[in-house]
């Protein structure tokens, strides 16, 4: 099991950038592909990024491409989530999971999740 914490989350303004952060603990964490998922009210969990193990191969979900950027450091057992031109529609819970790979990550299928940190973009 992989122990994950995100931490960045606030209150921004339309057009504005956050910058989310998981600090992972536990298991191996160069071994397992990361990603980030979010929860709106009243709406599913929905996948926004993932990236292997090597960072070599990464997934975006439509409505953040050209938006959102994830990166991760092994040495320091992080993932990012780099936000930027964010719109209301992005206010959500946002929650750092891990799992085998990237494109299962991506298909929902999460070994591990974090508590969820919250982003809220007023317009």
């Known amino acids: 099991q992989v122990q994950l914490v995100e931490s960045g989350g606030g209150l921004v303004q339309a057009g504005g950038s956050l910058r989310l952060s998981c600090a992972a603990s536990?298991?191996?964490?160069?071994?397992?592909?990361m990603g980030w998922f979010r929860q709106a009210p009243g709406k599913e969990r929905e996948f926004v990024a993932a990236i292997s193990w090597s960072g070599g191969t990464i997934y975006y979900a439509d409505s953040v491409k050209g938006r959102f950027t994830i990166s991760r450091d092994n040495a320091k057992n992080t993932v990012s989530l780099q936000m930027n031109s964010l719109k209301p529609e992005d206010t959500a819970a946002y929650y750092c999971?891990?799992?085998?790979?990237?494109?299962?990550?991506?298909?929902?299928?999460?070994?591990?999740w974090g508590q969820g940190t919250q982003v809220t973009v007023s317009s």
């Open positions: 536990g298991r191996t964490f160069g071994n397992y592909a």
């Open positions: 999971v891990a799992g085998q790979n990237g494109r299962t990550l991506r298909a929902g299928a999460v070994g591990d």
